[in-house]
């Protein structure tokens, strides 16, 4: 089967010019002058690469884990910014999902679209309600735990009374967060992330349907975030088998069968982008990893306690 290159080529730049976006949400939420741009555009690589590969997105902790191993950040700034920019994923893309929908209408096929439209919008709804009490949420989970320990009689522990004190100090950097009031930011910087992305994925669908005779025509771009947003949200899932093998494309075929699309058309066209995605996407996250492990590519904190590349 062929590819029709000039729409692989923009997908994979878009893919690539992502990455940009959620470099400079990062920086925007751990603060101005503390970390280069071109290191969190590389520690996005690294996130990329591992969320495609292991299940459930357990790759974002290597997020966490390379501003505290390369960048000396502590622990609870990449859980709270991390935590932080995934709520506005969420809202995000349940938000396009209700366009989606809107535009798109799934009437004719086998689900409605009314009761999908409800329920991505209570989705919605509840994300916006985690966004702006994110702090309260974390500070009730805080006070469950803390009573947990003090009813089992391990609070003693270093290890526990380590975690507690991380998660305290994760709920203090979402406070600080939200009082610097850059939530309009970060969200003018994550909505064409978003977009880009499923953009991208559009054109990757394009460049495996071309040779089947499908044109931009016959392709609409709501029809793409509600297949594509069916097999991302499946890889959130415990059951998400790992690099989305079976799975991912499973939700994908699965959506796009009920979009209209012939089953063997499905099969294909989810199997094919994800291929190239998968591949595209560790790629660079190996070109990011080898670069963040070359003895040049050093830190070093200066007076003020931040962190500068040398």
């Known amino acids: 089967m062929g590819i029709y290159k000039p729409s692989l080529i923009i997908g994979l730049i878009l893919i690539f010019s992502i990455d940009f976006f959620r470099a400079y949400r990062a920086k925007i939420l751990i603060g101005p002058g503390k970390i280069r741009m071109v290191d969190l555009f590389l520690v996005s690589l690294v996130r990329n690469g ?39 994923d969420l809202v995000i893309v349940f938000s396009m999902i209700v366009i989606s929908i809107v535009i798109v209408g799934v009437n004719r096929y086998a689900v409605s679209s009314t009761s999908v439209i409800l329920i991505a919008a209570a989705l919605l709804i509840s994300s916006l309600l985690v966004l702006f009490y994110l702090s309260k949420f974390v500070g009730l989970f805080i006070k469950i735990f803390d009573r947990i320990l003090s009813k089992y009689r391990v609070s003693k522990s270093k290890v526990i009374q380590n975690i507690y004190k991380k998660l305290v100090e994760t709920n203090k950097n979402i406070e ?135």
């Open 50 to 88: 591992f969320n495609m590969v292991l299940p459930a997105r357990t790759g974002e902790l290597s997020y966490i884990y390379v501003l505290k191993r390369k960048f000396k950040f502590p622990v609870e700034i990449g859980i709270s910014t991390l935590m932080v920019a995934l709520v506005f």
């Open 176 to 310: 600080l967060i939200k009082k610097r009031g850059i939530y309009w930011k970060v969200y003018l910087i994550s909505a064409p992330s978003r977009i880009l992305k499923y953009a991208a994925y559009y054109f990757l669908i394009h460049a495996v349907l071309k040779p089947m005779g499908f044109g931009f025509n016959d392709l609409s771009y709501w029809v793409i975030i509600l297949a594509t947003a069916a097999a991302e949200i499946s890889a959130v899932l415990p059951t998400h088998s790992l690099a989305g093998l079976g799975t991912y494309q499973g939700a994908f075929a699965l959506a796009f069968v009920i979009l209209g699309f012939s089953k063997k058309i499905s099969i294909i066209v989810g199997f094919s982008y994800h291929i190239i995605n998968l591949i595209f996407t560790v790629a660079w996250c190996l070109i990011a990893v080898i670069i963040l492990s070359m003895p040049f590519y050093k830190v070093k904190e200066n007076s003020m306690g931040q962190f500068e590349k040398i």
